[in-house]
């Protein structure tokens, strides 16, 4: 009966950055509807087909239920189910035993992407257990933008969506689909209604390209050759903001300089995008102030990330877009626990110089081991060897760029194991497999740490499977067997209490109010200055020659095109799913049912493909097969292919599992962005062909 259902408020999590406030309806220990709630900060009663679904991952009937330890060969898929005490005591002493004969940095923790408060717990078991290889996926998602914020502006500029803004560039940023960052797309529709204009830069035509006044269709992987040209637009024109550039620039002659040879005519050869519609958006975005600009994913699924993420720091700078209501700005953060304490950075002073990518030259700041460079650890050694793994909330063997070469890392390592809430193709190559709780089924915070200001609160809805364990529960006890007891509390809620600590606030107080912001502040410049090493916007970088860094954004041209891979290959997220997970989903497994791969009706037909033929996708790396779909909203040069395909339904065990469609067999990290260890994902040239 309706009138039993208990309704509990919370936020959603896990089906992607999270972020919409939802009324969960509850009956004993079950959750019946799920609806948006009103009242939602960011969502205002918003909720996508994921979010809607997201209970049926609690009771789907293959969930992993109790800690695992592999009796087979490694992927075989044999296992025998062992006690909790058991897996703990299994672990630390793998990992001590490691830890003994190669030191503690021979063991990695790895993390995907962050999904609320185990992150940072992952973090902070690493530092106690003294290792600095904390592994993510941050070389393709947000340490480009973060990191080269930081340098650039001593920030990292996200886009205030909370104050109106005339114009939003969105920049690779598919946010219909994504709602990117948790800066959840309703804010921005709304602002679209009340006249916001957009301009669009992205390959395929969008949701938001269409609501868009400007709709920029470049050449994938082109995104830094774009960027100069509307600075060069720009500059030329004098549509600078020339008191901001004045009072808090350092480098603009130079910069000006520079992009003098980046002519909208050149770099339309380069992008695609042609001369007079450069410098349409050009002219557009700098008229038009407050702009902001929400880049997203893929400006760094490219190896040329560093510069544009430059390009478009110096835009917003040179625009007067830095640092107002409706530009990009710094969030303020409430007052709860800074992280540097939180994950006691104190107790490995010697970690920036320790991490393996240290040893890679990378940008300093990334305070993450790039995928690849773990990668290289594990078989080359390079510049020790990593023995052990902790993963937890990933599935390497899809999300890592090379896939081959991620499944000879895992299968050389001497202990694996896996935390997930579902054997995945990853999971299966684990020597422990552990069961995690996961959303609606343990307190949480949200968004701590993700740097747009405010954390969410994600009380407890249900109980978890008796032996499911929140991944921050299976830390404290690895924390309180590993590493000394007194780091660690006998409660591992201790630890979400510590976080909201100095805000005066006990989790039920928090989950009471839903979130908490920090006080919007604007202009800060004006009395502290950047945090950069001259106190300014650093068009030219300072430290350019102490770091080995370009001081300028450039666009250098890749090698010559190879005519057996005459196609440009590029992808985006799927609406229905969160990377390689869910698709055990049925109800959304319905809607999103194979691999589909766009491609223009003008190819199709060149190459004699119909609608729905199976088709190979072939790079230097490799091939794999997807279903076509034919549409104009590509270029007829490029193929938007699906990404994170595995086959829950199928043989766990076989590699044709997570090789035939799987997006990562196609790339490769043979050539990488040296500062954020970046592969191209996005960009990559290839060919295809009817699979019959
Ligand atoms: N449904 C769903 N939502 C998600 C996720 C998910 O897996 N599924 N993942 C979450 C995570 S971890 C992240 S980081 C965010 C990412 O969210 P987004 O930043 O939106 O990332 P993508 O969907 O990869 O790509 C965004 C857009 O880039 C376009 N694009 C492709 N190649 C290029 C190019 O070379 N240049 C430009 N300018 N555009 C290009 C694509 O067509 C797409 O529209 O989404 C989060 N939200
Ligand atoms: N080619 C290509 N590669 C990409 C991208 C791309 O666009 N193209 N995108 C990149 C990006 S932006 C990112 S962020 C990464 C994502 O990389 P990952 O985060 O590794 O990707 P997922 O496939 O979502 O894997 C998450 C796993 O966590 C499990 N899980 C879910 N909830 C819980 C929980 O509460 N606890 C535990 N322990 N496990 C849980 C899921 O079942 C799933 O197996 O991939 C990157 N790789
Ligand atoms: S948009 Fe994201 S946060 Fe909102 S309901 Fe969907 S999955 Fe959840
Ligand atoms: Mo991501």
């Not at 902001?292 to 544009?308: C, K, L, P, S």
């Not at 978890?464 to 929140?470: A, N, Y």
Request: glycine share 6%; proline share 7%.
């Amino acid at each position: 009966m309706e009138s039993d259902i208990k309704w509990i408020k919370t936020h959603c999590a896990r089906m992607d950055h999270g972020g919409c406030a939802l009324l969960v309806g509850v009956q004993g220990n079950t959750i019946v509807r799920v609806k948006g709630d009103p009242d939602g900060f960011l969502n205002k009663g918003y909720v996508c087909p994921k979010g809607l679904a997201s209970p049926d991952r609690l009771t789907h009937p293959d969930r992993l239920k109790h800690p695992l330890k592999r009796v087979g060969a490694r992927g075989a898929g044999q296992w025998e189910r062992i006690s909790w005490p058991e897996a703990i005591e299994t672990i630390s002493d793998h990992l001590l035993k490691i830890k003994e004969q190669y030191g503690a940095r021979s063991v990695a923790f790895c993390q995907g992407m962050p999904k609320g408060m185990e992150h940072f717990v992952l973090i902070r078991l690493a530092n106690m257990f003294g290792s600095p290889n904390v592994v993510s996926v941050q070389d393709v998602c947000h340490a480009p933008r973060e990191v080269t914020g930081l340098h650039t502006c001593g920030f990292y500029p996200v886009i205030d969506s909370h104050y109106k803004s005339k114009v939003v560039v969105v920049w690779g940023s598919n946010l219909t689909s994504t709602n990117e960052e948790g800066e959840i797309c309703s804010l921005l529709l709304e602002q679209i209604k009340s006249g916001t204009e957009l301009i669009v830069v992205d390959p395929r035509q969008t949701e938001l390209g269409k609501k868009s006044k400007l709709w920029l269709q470049l050449k994938p992987g082109t995104d830094n050759a774009l960027a100069l040209a509307i600075l060069n637009v720009i500059i030329e024109d004098k549509l600078f903001d020339i008191d901001f550039v004045e009072n808090w620039t350092s480098g603009f002659e130079e910069l000006a300089r520079h992009v003098k040879d980046y002519t909208p005519e050149r770099m339309s050869e380069i992008t695609w995008v042609a001369p007079d519609l450069i410098r349409e958006a050009a002219r557009f975005y700098a008229r038009s102030r407050p702009a902001a600009i929400q880049w997203g994913n893929a400006i760094e699924q490219n190896i040329n990330t560093f510069d544009t993420a430059r390009a478009l720091v110096s835009l917003m700078a040179i625009c007067g877009n830095l640092d107002v209501p409706g530009g990009n700005i710094e969030a303020n953060e409430p007052k709860i626990l800074s992280l540097g304490k939180f994950v006691r950075a104190d107790l490995l002073p010697s970690k920036r110089k320790e991490m393996i990518h240290a040893h890679h030259g990378t940008i300093p700041k990334l305070m993450t081991v790039p995928p690849a460079f773990l990668r290289k650890a594990i078989l080359e050694e390079f510049p020790y060897p990593v023995r052990g793994a902790y993963v937890q909330c990933s599935n390497p063997l899809l999300a890592y760029a090379d896939s081959r070469m991620t499944f000879k890392a895992l299968k050389k390592l001497d202990f694996l194991v896996v935390a997930d809430i579902f054997m995945t193709p990853t999971a299966a190559l684990a020597d422990i497999v552990l069961p995690a709780a996961t959303h609606f089924e343990f307190n949480d915070i949200g968004h701590y740490g993700l740097g747009h200001g405010y954390i969410l609160a994600r009380p407890k809805v249900v109980d978890p499977p008796e032996e499911c364990w929140p991944d921050i529960k299976i830390l404290n006890e690895l924390g309180r067997a590993m590493t000394p007891e007194e780091y660690w509390s006998a409660d591992y809620e201790d630890l979400i209490e510590a976080i909201l600590k100095p805000s005066s606030l006990d989790f039920n107080r928090f989950a009471e109010l839903g979130y908490l912001k920090g006080e919007a502040k604007f202009k800060k410049h004006e009395s502290d200055g950047f945090k950069t090493p001259t106190g300014k916007v650093e068009l030219y970088l300072s430290t350019s020659e102490k770091f080995g860094l370009r001081p300028l954004p450039e666009y250098t041209q890749p090698p010559r095109d190879d005519p057996a891979y005459p196609l440009i290959l590029t992808s985006a997220k799927n609406p229905y799913y969160m990377h390689s997970s869910y698709r055990w989903i049925e109800k959304l497994r319905k809607k999103s049912p194979e691999p589909i791969a766009e491609i223009h009706p003008e190819t199709a037909s060149r190459l004699n493909i119909k609608e729905g033929d199976p088709l190979i996708i072939a790079t230097k790396q490799g091939e794999i097969t997807q279903t076509a779909h034919l549409t104009e909203r590509v270029h007829p040069a490029v193929i938007n292919a699906s990404y994170g395909w595995w086959f829950p339904e199928e043989d766990i065990t076989s590699q044709d599992n997570w090789t035939k469609s799987n997006l990562n067999i196609l790339t490769s990290v043979d050539t990488l962005g040296k500062e954020f260890g970046t592969p191209n994902l996005k960009g990559i040239a290839c060919n295809i062909k009817p699979a019959f």
